[in-house]
């Protein structure tokens, strides 16, 4: 039986609120969002896994693209893309549909995150949050960035990215459970 709409809802806040206190644990947006939707889902969260997203924020700390937005693509992958490089069913007219329909799922994945948070680059979310940036390669900037409030502003992306992602994958789910 499928969730009704309230339970999907609580799944959504449970995911954006654990994202939110995984980022302030860790102060990484990325690291904080893959792990609350791994769990959320019963996906395999390896320590390898966790620490790929380990320079995640900003693209390396570059101000780049978020890393919470990096991690739900990760885990929207692990849900709906390709898993394997090549394969004979890829050129089928199903297969080609299957591609372009995950590809889409992206797509609008990325589109509600900049909606909601106001960009998909880090620098960009970070002066809007902060009124700055930051180069964390400094020790005394990365300092600054955590008195000026990293905990509770990097919240943000880190919940906006797991809700929005899980939102997709309660619909790939309802999707795969009708006969």
Request: glycine share 8%; proline share 4%.
């Amino acid at each position: 039986m499928a969730p009704s709409n309230t339970e999907k809802q609580e799944r959504l806040q449970r995911v954006s609120t654990k994202a939110g206190d995984y980022e302030a644990l860790a102060i990484s947006c990325a690291q904080g969002t893959l792990v609350a939707l791994l769990e959320e889902f019963d996906l395999p969260c390896t320590k390898e896994m966790v620490g790929m997203m380990s320079f995640m924020p900003g693209m390396a700390s570059r101000d780049e693209t978020c890393g919470a937005l990096v991690a739900g693509l990760a885990v929207l992958g692990m849900v709906n893309g390709r898993d394997k490089l090549s394969d004979p069913t890829y050129g089928t007219p199903e297969g080609k549909a299957a591609f372009f329909t995950s590809r889409e799922r992206a797509y609008r994945f990325c589109e509600e995150f900049k909606k909601e948070v106001g960009s998909t680059m880090c620098g960009d979310i970070r002066r809007k949050l902060f009124g700055r940036t930051y180069n964390t390669f400094i020790p005394e900037e990365f300092e600054q960035l955590v008195a000026d409030g990293a905990k509770t502003k990097c919240r943000v992306p880190a919940e906006a990215a797991a809700r929005i992602a899980a939102s997709i994958i309660l619909e790939i789910q309802d999707e795969n459970a009708k006969p």
